[in-house]
């Protein structure tokens, strides 16, 4: 599926992913390929992307890797939109 993070400042991020997990309002939840279609707040957290993802050069301080090649970004607040196994994120 297909992920873009979006801020204020850049597109930090956009490519295919298996999956992503991220700090939502009531909680932390995971989307997979073929999920059903979401909107949501995104609360001051991370968010965890798996599967192979290349960071352009200019946004790597922004990311950190976790265990098992988690890439880790942290956030302060945001938006989730995931349509069609298209992923966006607005985040600050």
């Not at 989307?31 to 946004?59: C, F, R, W």
């Not at 890797?65 to 607005?90: A, R």
């Amino acid at each position: 599926m297909l992920l873009e993070i979006v801020t204020p400042e850049a597109v930090l991020f956009s490519g295919e992913i298996d999956s992503v997990a991220v700090p939502g309002i009531n909680g932390e939840f995971q989307m997979l390929s073929n999920h059903a279609p979401i909107v949501s707040l995104l609360q001051q957290g991370t968010v965890k992307i798996y599967g192979t993802v290349e960071i352009e050069e200019d946004y790597e301080d922004k990311f950190s890797k976790g265990d098992k090649g988690v890439t880790l970004l942290p956030i302060k607040s945001g938006t989730i939109e995931l349509k069609e196994n298209k992923i966006i994120i607005l985040a600050d």
